[in-house]
Nanobody, 116 residues
Framework: QVQLVESGGGLVQPGGSLRLSCAAS????????ANWYRQAPEKERELVAA????????NYADSVKGRFTSSRDNAKNTVYLQMNSLKPDDTAVYYC?????????WGQGTQVTVSS
């Protein structure tokens, strides 16, 4: 059974940082594209970071470029999203995604709230 388990969300003040983790079981994450999405209330799900399986350049949404960094630890079968200089507009549920060809696995989501 495949599971993606996210952690690291929470409440943070504007300008603060959080690191999200996504631990996979049942798949070898390094063989999958690893993507982070987010969905704010009453908005569509948005692709935040797309990290290809082969180690190529990670693509980021314009809204997070220079502030967010995605990375992998293949030994731990885990991907991370380091989020710095957080803004209230970053408030959303963040989802981890593992993608290969025409197949996707999703995590359950973790809430990130940026507020003073």
């Amino acid at each position: 059974q495949v599971q993606l388990v996210e952690s690291g969300g929470g409440l943070v003040q504007p300008g603060g940082s959080l690191r999200l983790s996504c631990a996979a079981s049942g798949i070898t994450f390094s063989r999958y594209d690893a993507n982070w999405y987010r969905q704010a209330p009453e908005k569509e799900r948005e692709l935040v970071a797309a990290m290809p399986w082969y180690g190529g350049r990670t693509n980021y949404a314009d809204s997070v470029k220079g502030r967010f960094t995605s990375s992998r630890d293949n030994a731990k079968n885990t991907v991370y999203l380091q989020m710095n200089s957080l803004k209230p507009d970053d408030t959303a549920v963040y989802y981890c995604n593992a993608h290969i060809v025409n197949w996707d696995y999703w995590g359950q989501g973790t809430q990130v709230t940026v507020s003073s």
